[in-house]
């Protein structure tokens, strides 16, 4: 009923910038909060940033500063602008979605395959 895609990951140089995308699809009648979580071989998995209905914003201290996250006018993709990367930020990038639909009256929570983003030199 509903599916996330995360795009936009690839290889960086350090001191360079990507732009994650994370575009919902299917019978989509609002999308609520959206997070980016990332994860590193042998590391936990790590919430990045958020962003709520409202536009409200929260990041964690070790990307403040650095990345933004934004939604677009349509509310069915959200952004993570990444900029001056550290290798520290290689890791594979996933969204996460509180979403309903047209056919539930129930608010769940959904997740993207996820984007490879490795920051070398």
Request: include cysteine; charged fraction near 15%; proline fraction near 2%.
């Amino acid at each position: 009923q509903v599916q996330l895609v995360e795009s936009g990951g690839g290889l960086v140089q350090p001191g360079g910038s990507l732009r994650l995308s994370c575009a919902a699809s299917g019978s989509i009648f609002s999308i609520y909060v959206v997070d980016w979580y990332r994860q590193a071989p042998g590391k936990a998995r790590e919430k990045v940033a958020s962003i709520t209905d409202g536009g409200a914003t929260n990041y964690a201290d070790s990307v403040k500063g650095r990345f933004t996250i934004s939604r677009d006018n349509a509310k069915n993709t959200v952004y993570l602008q990444m900029n001056s990367m550290k290798p520290e930020d290689t890791a594979v990038y996933y969204c996460n979605a509180t979403i309903s639909t047209y056919y539930s009256d129930t608010i769940e929570d959904y997740w993207g395959q996820g984007t490879q983003v490795t920051v070398s030199s």
